[in-house]
């Protein structure tokens, strides 16, 4: 009997229905398997349908809620104000913890989100309105803070109850205004008569942000990982960028130290998260804040900017664009090899551009530069990188070009220097292509396999 004659008779035998579909599979061993991969098909479909459904219509009730308030606002006296925000806010929660109460059908805890995620939206605009319409002319700044700080242990509460992403989201919302309106009732200040100190407090909540993302990475709050991400190191590093600016606004120099400070800790922080995490990007924000630490320490030690010092800054420069090249060649085999490339280029541009700036009138440098570039070919061959290779060659045709007008433009005519210099691009192009070739694009084909 032929395959074709076997399936026939197999295709008669189940329409008849003297086997089934069901024993057919069970006798393969592909029963389980048929039955994920239709689970599959079906789920997401109508789940994706019915949470779209849920999403748009939380959005237009909500435009309409505002509308509605926004139309009659000035009709209704103080207690109306109150009731169609705060209270709203208030309804629309308690609504969303009855129907969170169903946990087994995934519909039920969805639509609980929903009517919690309206609420979190109403409570704290409404708590507003009733400070200002029972306002009594007082400082309000300790109001502000322990109204949020009811909101955040009501929050609080219900999430310990209900366990929810959503409600995760806005206890964090809610505690971070309560701390920032505490410090301001405490100093009885704003932001701007206290920078250093709010740049100081917004560094560690957008540490803590951080830290409770690593925290939720495999529990129900995951989808809240990338927010936190997002936000701490926004935190981190904006609150380091305004102290810097105002120490170089300020024009005092011992001033730098704060930042020098803060520079430091961000990047022992980075470093101790990545030992744990050994995430990507979390290395590249690592180098970042070191190279920058490095440099606001140089320019506090030295009481100056790179104007004041070039050489120092120069110097400088140029070792850490070497650093940068071994880091990459010691990330090849890691977890760290997407940043190869980068860290070739930024290094191998850092080193040759700060050399490439000492030439001008220097014979030294002009020697030394050429063994600088040499050298950048040479790694690039046994690093195996087309970053580093394509920069040589480019400062290579930058170097040629200085010392053809500086040597030899006088002497021999500037037309004939021009097809001089012309040809010897033609053959450092064909010499950067053939190494390229034969050394670094054959090398990786080879592991490759």
């Known amino acids: 009997m032929t395959k074709e ?3 026939q008779e197999l295709s008669i035998k189940i ?22 991969i239709e689970a599959k098909l079906r789920i997401p479909s109508s789940f994706s349908v019915t949470k779209l ?12 809620m505002f509308l ?10 103080s207690i109306g104000r109150i009731s169609i925000t705060l209270g709203l806010g208030l309804m629309l929660t308690a609504i969303g913890s009855v129907l969170s109460r169903n946990k087994t059908e995934e519909e039920g805890d969805t639509i609980g989100t929903i009517f ?23 400082d309000p700044s300790w109001p502000l803070a322990l109204t949020f700080g009811t909101i955040f242990l ?52 957008g540490a803590c942000y951080i830290l409770l993302a690593h925290s939720f990475r495999d529990s129900w709050n995951s989808k809240l990982v990338p927010v936190l991400y997002f936000f701490g190191f926004i935190g981190v590093e904006s609150a380091v960028f305004v102290q810097y ?21 961000i990047f022992i922080f980075y470093l101790f998260l990545n030992f744990s995490l050994k995430n990507v990007f979390l290395t590249l924000l690592t180098i970042m804040n070191g190279t920058a630490f490095i440099y606001v320490l140089v320019e506090a030690l030295i009481g100056g900017s790179y104007s004041f010092d070039t050489d120092i800054y120069m110097y400088l420069t140029m070792v850490i664009g070497l650093v940068y090249m071994l880091l990459s060649y010691s990330f090849r085999d890691g977890p760290n090899s997407k940043l190869v490339e980068i860290l070739n280029f930024f290094g191998i541009t850092g080193l040759l551009g700060a050399a490439f700036s000492q030439i001008y009138g220097s014979l030294p440098w002009q020697l030394s530069f050429l063994v600088l570039v040499i050298g950048g070919f040479v790694f690039s061959i046994y690093a195996k990188s087309r970053a580093i290779l394509v920069i040589s060659t480019l400062f290579l045709l930058a170097h040629v070009s200085y010392i053809t007008s500086e040597y030899f433009a006088d002497s021999l005519g500037w037309p004939i220097s021009l097809v001089i210099l012309g040809f010897i691009f033609i053959g450092l192009g064909y010499l950067s292509i053939n190494i390229n070739k034969k050394y670094i694009k054959d090398r990786e084909l080879q592991n490759s396999f």
């Open 5 to 7: 004659e076997l399936l």
């Open 15 to 36: 329409n008849s229905g003297e086997i089934s579909k069901g024993e057919v599979l069970g006798r393969l061993n592909l029963s389980t398997i048929a039955s994920s």
């Open 53 to 64: 459904l849920y999403v748009l219509g939380a959005i237009i009730a909500i435009a309409g």
């Open 68 to 77: 509605f308030s926004y139309q009659i606002w000035n009709d209704i006296g």
């Open 116 to 138: 919690h995620f309206m609420g979190g939206l109403l409570i704290p605009g409404g708590s507003l309105v009733a400070l200002f319409e029972f306002s009594t002319g007082m």
């Open 154 to 205: 009501f929050y609080l509460l219900i999430n310990y109850i209900h366990k929810n992403a959503v409600l995760t989201f806005f206890t964090i919302a809610n505690g971070t205004a309560f701390i920032y309106l505490l410090v301001e009732a405490i100093t009885g200040g704003l932001f701007y008569d206290y920078v250093n100190l709010y740049a100081y407090l917004t560094m560690v909540i």
């Open 245 to 265: 600016n105002n120490v170089t606004s300020w024009g005092s120099q011992h001033s730098m130290w704060p930042v020098v400070f803060s520079l430091g800790l």
